[in-house]
C-alpha cells in the first residue's frame, strides 16, 4: 500500500505562484508513477501532469503547459507541481496520485493511490 499526503497549498492572487508537494511512503517510490489532478465542485477530477518515470518526460494538460512543471525527487520520496501565472480557473483541489507503472497517463481511473487533496484558491 502506498499513502500520498499533499502540501503547499493556499490562497494567492492572480499571477502568483505556489509550489505543491506529496508526499510519499508505504512502497518504494521509484516503483511507481505519480501524477498531479484537480476537481472543483461540480466537475470531474480532471488531468493537470505526469511523467513516464523510466525517462522522466512529462506530460501537461493542454490548460496548464508553459504555467505548471511536475518533478520527483526520488531520494526525498517527494513529487512537486510548481504552479506559475495562476489564474483563477485554476482554483480547486489538487491531488496526486500513483499508478503501479511507468507512466501515469491522462486518465484518474487508471490510478491506484490518492493523496486527500489540498485546496488552491486564486483570487482575481
Known amino acids: 500500500q502506498v499513502q500520498l499526503v499533499e502540501s503547499g497549498g493556499g490562497l494567492v492572487q492572480a499571477g502568483g505562484s505556489l509550489r505543491l508537494s506529496c508526499a510519499a511512503s508505504?512502497?518504494?517510490?521509484?516503483?511507481?508513477?505519480m501524477g498531479w489532478f484537480r476537481q472543483t465542485p461540480g466537475k470531474v477530477r480532471e488531468f493537470v501532469a505526469t511523467?513516464?518515470?523510466?525517462?522522466?518526460?512529462?506530460y501537461y494538460a493542454d490548460l496548464v503547459k508553459g504555467r505548471f512543471t511536475i518533478s520527483r525527487d526520488n531520494a526525498k520520496n517527494t513529487v512537486y507541481l510548481q504552479m506559475n501565472s495562476l489564474k483563477p480557473e485554476d482554483t480547486g483541489v489538487y491531488y496526486c496520485?500513483?499508478?503501479?507503472?511507468?507512466?501515469?497517463?491522462?486518465?484518474?481511473?487508471?490510478?491506484?493511490?490518492w493523496g486527500q487533496g489540498t485546496q488552491v484558491t486564486v483570487s482575481s
Open positions: 496520485a500513483g499508478r503501479r507503472s511507468v507512466y501515469g497517463g491522462e486518465n484518474a481511473a487508471s490510478y491506484d493511490y
Open positions: 508505504g512502497r518504494p517510490f521509484n516503483t511507481y508513477a
Open positions: 511523467f513516464k518515470w523510466s525517462d522522466g518526460t512529462a
